[in-house]
């Protein structure tokens, strides 16, 4: 099993619509992020969360919310979809003592 | 402000020729990871380097903090080498956050 997964893997979803994404880790590390990969582009931080009670945003936090409901868990909104928010979506995990990234298998989120 | 430039954008080989990509960063960094992303989209971290000099295989890679650079080695390409390399900086004055480059294509022909 993988060491962070993410759910769904793929969500094709209307205009209007509110979609969740979710992430669960078994890797122990207190920090959790959430990317956006566009086509032809790097991943860009939506949101970040340090520990359970420390939630942050990231350089496109603008029409996306999060949840950070335990250590292992961390969630992904998007409240009323459109779609420019179509792309591909990374959670992401950290060890706070050496800071390298490991990511889920992303999910593809298609909003038509 | 934080900027991660990665070269070349694309690059096209034969089998078995060997490549090196770039990375520039503009500010002293904490981290520096090279991810392979495949062509089915899977983030694949091939090193952690922030400093220094790693091999893992076929693949090497050197970060040099003071010039601000990181390089990385394949050598003898392989088909299932081809993808996006990405260069992820985590920076000094942006702890905890890493910055991503926008990538270098590897297509690797038969």
């Known amino acids: 099993d993988a060491d962070v997964t993410q759910t769904p893997r793929n969500r094709i979803t209307k205009t209007g619509k509110r979609i969740m994404l979710e ?17 032809g582009l790097g991943l ?7 520990d359970v009670k420390d ?18 868990k ?19 995990t950290s060890d706070f003592t050496q800071g390298e990234l490991f990511f889920g298998e992303g999910s593809r989120l298609t909003v038509l | ?34 991810f392979h992303q495949n062509p089915w989209g899977q983030l694949i971290n091939l090193f952690y ?19 601000r ?5 394949i050598s003898s390409s392989q088909t299932t080498d081809s993808g996006v390399y990405f260069c992820a900086v985590e920076y000094n004055t942006n702890a905890g956050k890493s910055t991503f480059g926008d990538g270098t294509t590897l297509t690797v022909k038969p």
């Open chain 2, 69 to 73: 650079y990181s390089l990385l080695y």
């Open chain 2, 1 to 34: 402000g934080i900027q991660v430039e990665q070269s070349p954008p694309d690059l096209i080989l034969q089998e078995g020729a060997n490549s090196t990509l770039r990375c520039n960063f503009s500010d002293s960094v904490n981290n520096l990871q090279w």
């Open chain 1, 23 to 39: 992430c669960s880790q078994t890797k122990g590390h207190d920090r959790m992020y959430w990317y956006r990969q566009d086509p």
């Open chain 2, 49 to 67: 380097i922030p400093s220094g000099t790693k091999q893992n295989g076929r693949l090497s890679a050197t970060t040099v903090a003071t010039e």
């Open chain 1, 74 to 92: 961390f969630s992904l909104s998007l409240e009323s979809a459109i779609p420019n928010q179509t792309a591909l979506y990374f959670c992401a």
């Open chain 1, 55 to 72: 939630i942050n945003k990231g350089e496109i936090s603008d029409g996306y919310s999060v949840s950070r409901q335990a250590q292992a």
């Open chain 1, 44 to 50: 860009r931080l939506i949101y970040y969360s340090f």
